[in-house]
């Protein structure tokens, strides 16, 4: 079930890492999506507040993309679905950019909001053509001017 998992899991999730950072300082980011199915400009902008209120330092948006060949593709046909419209789907881009400012994050990335001082530095590498080492099972890697992931069938 791919990255399924409770808003109540997210929240203790969260929890443990804002309490490790009593300790050690972090750095919380969260990834949000929005355009998942069912999902309305409601339900999306309850998101967007529970994540700009949550204590995370960073937050990626990201608009769902149905790539061929994926479960997705199989149980969402185009135009059939409870997928949002394209209209709603950038109105959520938009929600998200108007919301997120609104609580003190800064939008300096297509994707990607910060508090002050906390931009992503692991996005930076990938625009300074930096080098760096991914692990995991999507992880990419870029070491001596070379792009690497895992072979996928």
Known sequence: SGRAHRVCDAEAAIE?????GMSHPVSLSLDLISGLPHQTRESWSRSLCRAATSGAHHLSVYDLQIEEGTAFDRWYAAGTTPIPSDNDAAEMFRDASN????????????????????????????????????????????VEHVRMARPRQ
């Open 99 to 142: 919301t997120l400012r609104a609580y003190g994050f800064e939008h300096y990335e297509v994707s990607s909001y910060a508090r002050p001082g906390h931009r992503s530095r692991h996005n930076a590498a990938y625009w300074e053509n930096a080098p760096f080492w991914g692990f995991g099972l999507g992880a990419t890697s870029h």
């Open 16 to 20: 443990l890492l804002l309490l490790a």
